[in-house]
């Protein structure tokens, strides 16, 4: 069995909960942008891992949400959906509503992570 560490994902939500901001200027909000970018990379990424580990094959994004959803290890995965659109839309940042549109969805992110990561931790023992 191969050791999967958690620490990267772990440090990567502490950043985006650290530098989170509900006002943000539009420097300081593209930044927010950017850790919500990464952590979602490494959100489906590892958890890709932790699948695999489990016996569970997911080759794609979407694929790992669908099986973190039929084992119960997310609550929605249409809502997970909509941040990997969300991510997908990020190199349009030069269009404020697009803009706004993925930082409006950070927060429920940043809930959604963390309760996906207890799951991670707790079927990783």
């Known amino acids: 069995m191969t050791q999967i560490s958690l620490s990267r994902i772990k440090k990567a939500l502490a950043t985006l909960d ?3 901001k509900p006002n943000p200027n539009d420097l300081e909000r593209d930044g927010i942008i950017q850790r919500f970018e990464y952590c ?3 959100s489906w990424k590892v958890s890709k891992r932790v ?3 489990s016996g569970v094959p ?3 994004p ?3 949400i ?3 959803a039929r084992l119960g290890w997310i609550s929605s995965p249409d809502l997970w959906l909509r941040f990997l659109d969300a991510r997908n ?3 349009h940042l030069y269009n404020e509503d697009v803009a706004q ?3 409006s969805i950070v927060p429920e992110f940043m809930k959604e992570a963390k309760a996906l990561l207890a799951v991670l931790e707790k079927n990783l023992k």
């Open 18 to 20: 650290k530098g989170f």
């Open 40 to 42: 979602l990379e490494l």
């Open 51 to 53: 699948l695999e580990e």
């Open 58 to 60: 997911a080759d794609s």
């Open 62 to 64: 979407k694929n790992v």
């Open 66 to 68: 669908r099986e973190l």
């Open 89 to 91: 839309k990020t190199s």
């Open 101 to 103: 549109e993925i930082f």
